[in-house]
């Protein structure tokens, strides 16, 4: 109702997807794929690899939200880990230099990143570093956020972004809330695409109204809106949705869903047990791919 752009993904609460307590949300879909929930970020790939017709594959994506608590990191991580799942080769890349989430979600300490790029005391190929999933890799924003800040806008970012689609596949960008700062606005002009993450009962009507609009006075190629954290309400057609996929999917056609780590049984829990919680987060591998990695892969 606030726009005309698609609704790209509706990603279910926690507590609808009853997922298991402890759960990685950045490693959601590699690690519970089986989910509705993965299934959801699953479906925002389709709009990156198969765009609308007359519309090229999209190389550089950057996910945005208007405020804090979107669950835009999540998304960002679940996103690049789809992509990689799907045997493509994925660059992280983290621009939050007040507030970097994305070395975390992955277990890694935080390291050296743009900022030593920007400042010439290292390459990208020393940077970059391989995460424990087969094709992803990541690069923070570094020690010296301050350095990162202020080249947003410069020739730097274009000419890092160039290096990095000659050598990987696809780079993701999670960013700061635009409402809050000026680092998304800065570099959606020189992307290819931007995904917009709005979190139900965060981001009012209002907040998505001017975020798109800023968007698109800066010429950004807006993909879609990635809904995130639905609750199922009386009426609705969530909670209904939710037990015919878990049906759909199981093997013996009865709704129940069994983690394949752990053996619980996710779907046919009773109502009132307490929901697992997730936290959204939001707030080594060379450029030159290996030898046996240079030559891409087929496409689908």
């Known amino acids: 109702y606030v726009t005309d752009l698609p609704v790209i993904a509706a990603v279910p609460h926690t507590s609808a997807d009853k997922l ?6 950045a490693l959601l879909t590699s690690e519970h794929p089986a989910s509705t929930t993965a ?7 389709t709009r990156v690899i198969y765009p609308p017709e007359g519309s090229a594959e999209l190389n550089t994506v950057l996910v945005a939200s208007p405020s804090r608590g979107d669950g835009k990191t999540s998304l960002a991580c679940n996103l690049a880990a789809s992509l990689a799942m799907a045997n493509r080769r994925v660059l992280l890349v983290d621009i939050s230099a007040r507030r970097p989430s ?8 935080k390291g050296p990143g743009l900022s030593e790029i920007f400042a010439g005391e290292a390459s990208a190929n020393e940077v970059i570093r391989e995460t424990r999933l087969h094709n992803l890799f990541v690069l923070g924003p570094g020690n010296a956020g301050d350095q990162v800040i202020g080249r947003l806008a410069s020739r730097d970012v274009v000419e890092f972004l160039e290096n990095a689609e000659r050598a990987f596949e696809h780079v993701i960008i999670d960013t700061p809330p635009s409402l809050l700062m000026s680092d998304a606005k800065l570099l959606a002009p020189v992307v290819d695409g931007v995904i917009l993450v709005v979190g139900s009962d965060v981001s009012s009507i209002g907040m998505v109204r001017r975020c798109v609009g800023e968007m698109r006075q800066i010429g950004a190629n807006i993909v879609g809106i990635a809904l995130n954290g639905i609750r199922p309400e009386r009426g609705g057609y969530l909670r209904d949705n ?3 996929y878990y ?9 129940r869903y069994v983690q394949p780590d752990n053996g619980r049984d996710v779907s046919t829990q009773d ?3 307490e929901p697992a919680s997730i936290l959204l987060i939001d707030d080594d591998n060379p450029f030159e791919p290996p030898e046996e990695d240079r030559t891409r892969s087929d496409r689908a």
């Not at 298991?20 to 949300?25: A, T």
């Not at 299934?39 to 790939?45: G, L, T, W």
């Open 247 to 255: 049906a759909y999917s199981s093997d013996d056609g009865d709704g």
């Open 271 to 273: 109502e009132e047990e």
């Open 39 to 45: 299934d959801e970020y699953r479906r925002i790939i």
């Open 20 to 25: 298991p307590k402890g759960v990685n949300p």
């Open 102 to 109: 994305v070395e975390k979600a992955f277990g890694l300490p």
């Open 242 to 244: 939710l037990s015919k």
